[in-house]
């Protein structure tokens, strides 16, 4: 797999604590790469040493295969970034500020119509951004982003403070993106739900470490569903579960079945039925990520 | 590199007052001097009997407020380019692009000398317009007018890359403000300072009655300051 960013035990220390520890990250080419954490685990700082913004204390780093520390200029030239809260100058209308981007990328005049264009500014060009929504700002943030064609997006938090008509539109944009222009993106968020619905593969940082790195899909086999019974005299009903060898997890007056087929579900209440305990409800409950996220998060040292 | 970079800086300085306050530091000082002479009947004769010369008397006078304009000028023209960035930390914007952090300090640095190159150029032709008004004698010192005009903007430049490094790397614009506020008041009194005191240099006083000695400091001092100001933006992480 070609990566984009591969960084090696990155590590970034602001006096004694340590924001970043060590991290491993791989963003492979073309995916949308979701970078998962409760807030102040560490991912902005991430961001900010991706960008060449901060130092890192120790690691490397690379990006399109090249050492940020040695070619961060060539590098940045293909990289297009929307950090925390968007940065504009207020005094200067959309137009402008997107020229005053421009004249350093060196990128053609059209292309300032282009991305106003992509994130529907067109019709508010040239009227201050002082006046602007907070969306109006967040969609110039990532027209500004893209001035340059990056072949690596870098959004930090792009949904914050937009609005639910905002976060699918941005949504939207973002799943195009990979597809339509090669580009390939690292999103970050302190939502699970947010990087659900648009990245490929998952990156969880939890306290400055890195405790889960994969596809999506692999991050939804952990949400597996869990079977809870409720059953009269539900601590014996565990027992004699136990003694016939089916094993399963007592809390709480209710069982919850390791074994999920249809099959193994059957062979439970069956023994249970034989046995003589009346069987209230068999129920599914659905781990959602977030409850998985939590977890990983909560303690994520067993993975 | 550094051309695109001042290309976008002199954009980024649009609208927000810093070519107004470049006319207005020149006009002000020359139009206090216009009050002084004309405003009350009489005074302009009694100043003229005051000097033998009343050319180079009227180009003190001019030069008794214009360390003050610089000194004020240098502190809010630098605030005021720092808050540009500071205003929704477009630094993160500006650093993450294809460019040099110290390329980034040279075009603010160079933007703001400029605009006090261009003050100094229009107290020089304000200085001499007024004298011209004032009927201060045929012969016009136009070597004098000179050196009054652009002599203090070369003696200041060590206050402008201080400022400028102070006002970069503070988030805080209290601080910059604080050190301009304190650094009027040390102009104000600048003939009881010490020689060495970058202060002190604008009003091109000194022990040795030499003002170019004032010029030399100020470029030497004011080159090394730039380079300490310029390193240390570079070094630093950006927030």
Same mark, same amino acid.
């Given at each position: 797999m070609e990566y984009i960013v591969e960084t090696h035990h990155l590590t970034k220390r602001f006096g004694k604590e340590?924001?970043?520890?060590a991290l491993n990250l791989k963003i492979p080419r073309g995916e949308v790469y979701g970078f998962l954490g409760p807030n102040g685990a560490g991912k902005s700082t991430t961001l900010r040493m991706l960008l060449g913004l901060m130092r890192p204390t120790a690691g490397s780093i690379r990006i399109f295969g090249k050492d940020l520390k040695k070619e961060r200029i060539s590098i940045l030239r293909n990289v297009g970034s929307l950090v925390e809260s968007p940065s504009y100058?207020?005094?200067?209308t959309a137009y402008e500020n997107l020229e005053a981007m421009r004249k350093i990328l060196?990128?053609?005049?059209?292309k300032i119509d282009e991305v106003l264009d992509l994130v529907r500014l067109s019709n508010a060009a040239? %009227?201050?951004? %002082?006046?602007?929504?907070l969306g109006m700002k967040q969609r110039l943030g990532i027209a500004m982003a893209l001035l340059n064609d990056p072949k690596l997006l870098i959004l930090d938090e792009?949904?914050?403070?937009?609005?639910p008509s905002g976060i699918i539109e941005m949504r939207n944009l973002i799943k195009r993106l990979p597809k339509e222009k090669d580009i390939t993106v690292l999103i970050s968020s302190h939502l699970l739900s947010e990087i659900d619905q648009v990245a490929t593969y998952v990156g969880v940082i939890s306290k400055g470490k890195l405790i889960f790195q994969d596809s999506i899909k692999a991050m939804r086999n952990k949400a597996q569903l869990k079977i809870r019974l409720k059953v009269s005299d539900a601590n014996n009903a565990y027992r004699s579960l136990l003694a016939k060898g089916i094993k399963t997890h007592y809390q709480d007056h209710i069982i919850y079945l390791y074994e999920q087929s249809d099959e193994a579900v059957a062979a439970v209440v069956e023994t249970l039925v034989d046995e003589g305990y009346s069987v209230y409800r068999v129920e599914e409950e659905h781990q959602s990520l977030e409850d998985i996220f939590l977890k990983m998060t909560a303690g994520g040292d067993d993975r | 590199m550094i051309m695109k970079l001042l290309a976008t800086d002199f954009l980024k300085i649009k609208r927000k007052g810093l070519w107004f306050l470049t006319i207005l530091g020149p006009l002000g000082v020359v139009l206090l001097q216009w009050v002084n002479y004309? @405003?009350?009947?009489g005074r302009r004769e009694w100043l003229l009997q005051r000097s033998d010369d009343d050319w180079l008397f009227y180009l003190q006078n001019v030069n008794s407020f214009t360390p003050l304009a610089l000194v004020l000028g240098i502190t809010i023209l630098t605030s005021l380019a720092a808050s540009i960035e500071n205003e929704t930390n477009a630094w993160k914007q500006l650093i993450a692009l294809p460019i040099s952090k110290m390329g980034v300090f040279l075009s603010k640095f160079t933007v703001l000398a400029f605009l006090l190159a261009i003050a100094s150029v229009l107290l020089f032709f304000f200085t001499w317009l007024l004298g011209i008004y004032l009927d201060l004698?045929?012969?016009?010192p136009y070597a004098q007018i000179a050196t009054f005009s652009f002599y203090p903007y070369f003696a200041s430049l060590p206050l402008l890359a201080l400022h400028l490094w102070v006002a970069t790397v503070s988030n805080n614009q209290g601080i910059p403000i604080s050190l301009g506020v304190i650094g009027f008041l040390f102009t104000s009194y600048s003939f009881k300072l010490?020689?060495? @005191?970058?202060?002190?240099w604008p009003s091109l006083q000194n022990q040795w009655d030499e003002p170019l000695v004032n010029v030399v400091l100020g470029i030497c001092v004011g080159i090394i300051l730039y380079i300490i100001g310029m390193l240390d933006f570079a070094r630093r992480d950006v927030k």
């Open positions: 340590i924001a970043v520890n100058y207020s005094h200067l060196g990128s053609p005049k059209e040239d %009227k201050k951004v %002082k006046g602007f929504s792009p949904t914050n403070g937009l609005d | 004309e @405003l009350v009947p004698g045929a012969v016009i010490p020689d060495w @005191l970058p202060w002190k």
